[in-house]
């Protein structure tokens, strides 16, 4: 168990439609990072927060939205959902956002989402 | 762009027999280097890094890595493979010059282990 929680763990859906995945992060860590896994593009990173404002932004879609909230759970919003939105979405946290020794990213079970 | 490479999709092998699972980065400045792996319908559990010091890396499920600076390589290693060690393994660098320093993931190598 890495101690970040993800919720829900498999969600079903229909296109056009909008979902929020919730991570709350490892007790103590400052940063989270929101990922999608699909079986075309692999792991791809979309958003990074840290200590509630926004740090880096990879490939998100102008559709998808996150943000992370005083108590620094974050949520990743999901709309007008398309079929090819259909992945695992990862939340990973870490104590900062530096690569030094001891930060180590830490990933949650992931988010199975299925837009059909 | 700091970016890592696996060029196996899928390595079998025998149990008992010694796994290795490549990888080579890409990076401007000091590599840090991660080994993930996933298993089934499991999320990403991290089993290494290198930040610096050894070349050998010792990480969890008797799981080591050997840094090659020389040959930008991050190899992962087992001597002696297990059936439950089926599964798709990841090769990550922390990007050190974007902001946020996020993980930049290789495409993952599956592996199977043939009782």
Redesign the interface.
């Known amino acids: 168990d ?1 101690g ?1 929680t993800q919720t829900p763990k498999h969600l079903i859906t229909a296109t056009g439609q909008r979902v929020t995945l919730r991570c709350s992060p490892r007790s103590g860590d400052l ?1 989270v ?1 929101w990922y999608q896994q699909s079986l075309d593009q ?2 791809q ?1 979309l958003i ?1 927060y ?1 200590n509630g404002e926004e ?2 932004k ?1 490939n998100i879609l102008e559709r998808f939205s996150a943000q992370q909230f005083p108590d620094l759970h974050s949520e990743l919003n999901l709309s007008s959902l398309e079929l090819g939105d259909s992945a695992l979405y ?1 939340c ?1 946290s870490s104590l900062t ?5 001891g930060n ?7 988010s199975w989402l299925t837009v059909v | 762009a700091q970016s890592v490479a696996q060029p196996e999709d899928q390595v079998n092998v025998a149990e008992g027999n010694p796994l290795t699972v490549k990888c080579t980065y890409s990076v401007s400045g000091n590599p ?1 280097l ?1 080994w ?1 792996v996933q298993y089934p319908n ?5 089993l290494l ?1 290198y ?2 010091g050894d070349n050998l890396v010792k990480g969890s499920y008797g799981f080591e890595a050997e840094f090659n600076k020389s040959q930008t390589s991050f190899h992962l290693k087992k001597p002696s493979a297990l059936v439950s060690d089926s599964a798709l393994y ?1 090769c990550a660098v ?1 990007d ?1 010059v ?8 290789g ?2 190598t599956r592996v199977l282990v043939k009782p």
């Open positions: 890495s970040v940063s990072y692999g792991l990173f990074q840290y740090r880096a990879g990862f990973a956002t530096t690569g030094g020794p180590t990213i830490y990933f949650g079970e992931g | 840090y991660f993930y499991r999320g990403l559990q991290f890094k930040i610096t990841f922390r050190m974007a902001a946020g320093n996020k993980l930049t993931f495409g993952g």
